[in-house]
């Protein structure tokens, strides 16, 4: 088992009653806790405070391990030796959720492998590292802390990687600060000139994101996401045929960029040219049948056209592919009882020191009581939900140098 208060890289996911999904049956996921993935492009930065040891000495050496393993601990016991319960004999099992026990006691003895028993799944380091750092004296006697960071020419996308992960988690000050450093260690780097104009523009301030995005675009007259970028803040000064100009440019090297021809509609529609608006969702659906954003702008856009039968239509697509709001309340109880997923659940948070010589709870070993829950209609019906849209375009992936 996974000490649970470690990070993960996976999707938690829980059926109508709030049993986690781990028996697959995804066809019972009616909620989502968290989905942690670092998509192509992408960087993700993970928080720890630690608890320094008043015997640690003068400097203290941190290794920090990114681990793989292809099924979790619980799945593995289930799949090799997992039965039901005999003190549970009528468990209370529909389509919709399992509330029933299961203990791993089952008999591995007509399995085909050669290793009898239930294996261990390799675990596999995908990256490592380690640090020793200075400890400082105790706060009675401590200088009064000064920071001071050393630039260096090869960090720069050390620092680009940290700012896209802080800027993923919301941190906009942070991410802001991190790429302000790509600016200065890598200045012709015209990305990173975008990136503190995206964390800019993210948090409203349009005007301190047009002198970056000017910058990129002298560096890099053809970046797409200065383009893009560019037109989101002259959308928000209300131009909106400027900020259109600005999306078909950065659609010329990525045409098939679903988030980039949205916005280009969305700019036609304002304009009320809702013929083009139309042209330009049907595009976007052509990428992505089940794009939201196209569903819900064909709506207006026909309603602004008095065509109240496609209108029609595009609603009840809408709704249908719109994600189940309420059935987040099932992850309520479960968060309440399981501390360390709550924590991994915050966009932001922090992992503490654990105490030492303390064992790791199994990873889901014991099945809890089912939290009350009153069936409904809307739970009945309330469909697997997928995690925040992944910013995976070319315009929206951070900006890495390929």
């Known amino acids: 088992p996974v000490d649970p208060g470690a990070h993960f890289y996976k999707s938690l996911q829980l059926d109508e009653h709030g049993n986690v999904i781990n028996k697959r049956n995804a066809w019972s996921t009616r909620a989502v806790v968290y989905a942690h993935l670092i998509p192509p492009g992408a960087a993700d930065t993970v928080h720890y405070r630690l608890q320094v040891p008043r015997d640690a000495g003068d400097h203290i050496t941190f290794t920090a391990k990114l681990n793989y393993r ?29 509330d029933g ?45 000064t920071e001071s960071i050393a630039l260096n020419g090869q960090d720069w996308e050390r620092w680009n990687d940290y700012g ?60 797409a996401s200065a383009h893009y970028f560019t037109g989101l803040a002259l959308k928000t000064d209300g131009d909106y045929g400027a900020a259109y100009q600005q999306f078909a440019l950065a659609a010329g090297p990525y045409p098939n960029d679903r988030v980039n021809r949205n916005q280009m509609g969305r700019m036609l529609f304002l304009e009320r040219r809702y013929k083009d608006a139309v042209a330009e969702y049907d595009r976007t659906l052509s990428i992505d049948p089940e794009d939201l954003e196209a569903h819900y702008n064909l709506m207006l856009c026909y309603r602004g056209l008095g065509n109240d039968a496609s209108a029609s239509r595009e609603e009840k697509l809408y709704l249908r592919f719109k994600a189940n709001e ?18 991994e659940a915050q966009p932001i948070h922090e992992h503490v020191s654990a105490a030492l010589g303390t064992e790791p709870s199994h990873e889901y070993a014991r099945n809890r009581r089912p939290m009350p829950m009153r069936e409904s209609k809307t739970a009945r019906n309330a469909t697997a939900q997928s995690p925040s849209t992944v910013q995976n375009s070319a315009l929206e992936a951070g900006g890495r140098l390929k």
């Open 326 to 343: 309420s059935a987040q309340a099932i992850a309520g109880g479960y968060k309440l009882t399981h501390p360390d997923d709550n924590n």
């Open 101 to 145: 026990k299961w203990v791993f006691t089952g008999s591995t003895a007509g399995d085909s492998e050669s290793v009898k028993g239930i294996p261990d799944v390799p675990i596999v380091v995908i990256a490592e590292d380690t640090k020793t750092v200075p400890v400082a004296p105790p706060a009675a006697t401590a200088p009064e802390f």
């Open 70 to 98: 292809k099924f979790t601990w619980w799945n593995t016991q289930w799949s090799f030796a997992g039965v039901r319960d005999p003190s549970d004999p009528h468990p209370d099992v529909t389509k919709n959720y399992d």
């Open 164 to 223: 896209i992960g802080l800027l993923l988690q919301g941190d906009l000050k942070g991410a802001e600060r991190a790429f302000l450093m790509v600016t200065k260690v890598r200045p012709d780097y015209a990305d990173g000139w975008v990136n503190v104009a995206r964390a800019r523009i993210q948090e409203g301030n349009t005007e301190a994101a047009k002198p970056m995005l000017a910058t990129a675009l002298k560096l890099n007259p053809n970046l």
